[in-house]
């Protein structure tokens, strides 16, 4: 039971921050002073941050014995 408490604490963690990350998206999508260049560049940036998020809830998930 404990594991699995961890694990939704864990998974929480990794969800908020990236959506921490990801808060700015709909105002520059909205924004018609923001060019497309530049769009596809923070876009690009967003998707490189989430990598390590990811990689690292797919890894704990799978080897939970990782995050002692």
Do not use: C, H, Y
Not at 3 to 25: H, Q, Y
Request: no cysteine.
């Amino acid at each position: 039971m404990k594991d699995k408490k961890e694990r939704a604490k864990l998974i929480a963690l990794l969800g908020g921050i990236w959506i921490i990350v990801t808060l700015p998206l709909p105002w520059i999508i909205n924004n018609p002073l923001v060019s497309e260049s530049q769009f596809i560049t923070i876009l690009g940036i967003i998707g490189i941050m989430s990598v390590p998020f990811i990689a690292l809830g797919i890894a704990w998930t799978l080897k939970p014995e990782l995050t002692t």
